[in-house]
């Protein structure tokens, strides 16, 4: 298996080095290094065209101005002729053996079609003390294990060439970027695929490096966030409050089944749940489920809290309760916490009305 590595660039020297210094140096898989110069400078501009006798197979693309993210790695996309495309950042750093623990859980597992590695964009800081190839070793005992993604991180994303050959390039109504790999996932999950982070593969990302310096970020952002809503609606939070046993089989699976498909629609479901009962259930391993095991007697107390404490913009839209009495003090405080409220014993009922109901204007 052969892989497209696209690293859009412009200017910021120094990072860009140590990226393009740590994929020559640590990948093990076969790939061919596409790289979309973006009107960098002149000293910039050198380096790029001096990676022509370190990489193996390189290709060098030149705009004379800045065409943005998305138009750039569309002009790799189009070159590319690989089994996979791995879209990746210049203000990243790769460890040991990053691309082909990725390409090896896309290859084996046919309903993923996007691959992100661990990283501390998703949440896998480095531990004090270590540096990215000391704490990349430390995972490698997750060889061949992954979890599976709401959605990918456009940092380091790797892409099975079937997907975009299913469903395109990257839309680039998204300009410059913000949002533009959410609606490549979207897109990709309606075509079918799953998305996964490659436990063993490791990518250092220097987060918002480039767009915090713009000055427009907010204004570029707030419009990419409404383009992208208006396609797909809005990410919602849930909270799925479990203190009692499921009563059969049936009612277990379809409680499991409620929690995954809203994750896997990218809303964020938080279980509420008896600390006693997490052995009854099995909830998938997904990054938007979140799962918070309380003792019995302060159960109630301890939902209450967590929900009104919760402030905008990361309050609740919709909470699910099987317990009556909690249902009532949740409904007495709704000034509070301005979730919708359902009460249903049957949570895939309750599901569907809210998608139903929208929640517009919330």
């Not at 975009?164 to 390039?169: A, C, F, S, V």
């Not at 809203?262 to 479901?269: C, K, L, Q, Y």
């Not at 000034?335 to 009305?353: G, Q």
Request: hydrophobic share 40%; proline share 3%; glycine share 4%.
């Amino acid at each position: 298996m052969n892989c497209d590595i696209i690293i859009p660039v412009f200017n910021e020297l120094g990072i860009t080095k140590n990226c393009i210094d740590s994929v020559l140096k640590n990948t093990d898989a076969s790939y061919r290094l596409i790289i979309i110069d973006n009107a960098s400078n002149p000293d910039t501009s050198a380096y790029l065209a001096s990676l022509k006798d370190a990489a193996p197979d390189f290709l060098l693309i030149r705009n004379e101005q800045n065409l943005g993210y998305v138009k750039a790695v569309n002009q790799g996309i189009k070159q590319g002729r690989a089994d996979f495309v791995c879209l990746l950042n210049n203000d990243t750093i790769v460890a040991d053996g990053w691309l082909s623990e990725m390409i090896e859980i896309a290859d084996d597992n046919v309903d993923v079609g996007i691959v992100n590695p661990s990283s501390n964009t998703l949440a896998q800081s480095l531990p004090k003390g270590q540096t990215v190839e000391s704490y990349s070793r430390s995972l490698k005992s997750f060889k061949g294990k992954w979890g599976e993604l709401g959605q990918c991180s456009g940092f380091c994303m790797l892409i099975k060439r079937e997907v975009i050959e299913k469903i395109g390039l990257l839309d680039e109504s998204y300009e410059v970027g913000y949002f533009e790999e959410a609606d490549y996932c979207r897109r990709a999950q309606k075509a079918g695929y799953r998305f996964a982070r490659a436990k063993a593969a490791y990518v250092y990302h220097i987060e918002r490096y480039t767009f915090d310096k713009r000055a427009d970020r907010e204004e570029l952002f707030a419009k990419n966030r409404k383009l992208f809503e208006s396609r797909w609606g809005e990410s919602l939070r849930i909270a799925i409050i479990i203190s009692k046993p499921p009563k059969d089989r049936i009612d277990k699976d379809e409680i499991e089944q409620i929690i995954l498909t809203s994750a896997s629609e990218n809303h964020r479901v938080y279980v509420l749940i008896e600390k006693n009962l997490i052995a009854k259930f099995n909830i998938a391993e997904h990054s938007n489920i979140l799962i918070f095991g309380f003792n019995g007697i302060f159960f109630p107390l301890i939902c209450l809290f967590k929900i009104v404490a919760k402030k905008a913009p990361k309050r609740f839209n919709i909470i699910l309760a099987d317990d009556i009495v909690l249902f009532y003090i949740l409904k007495i405080s709704v000034f509070v916490h301005k979730a919708k409220l359902l009460f249903n014993p049957h949570l895939e009922r309750a599901i569907e009305l809210s998608k139903k109901q929208a929640f517009q204007g919330q």
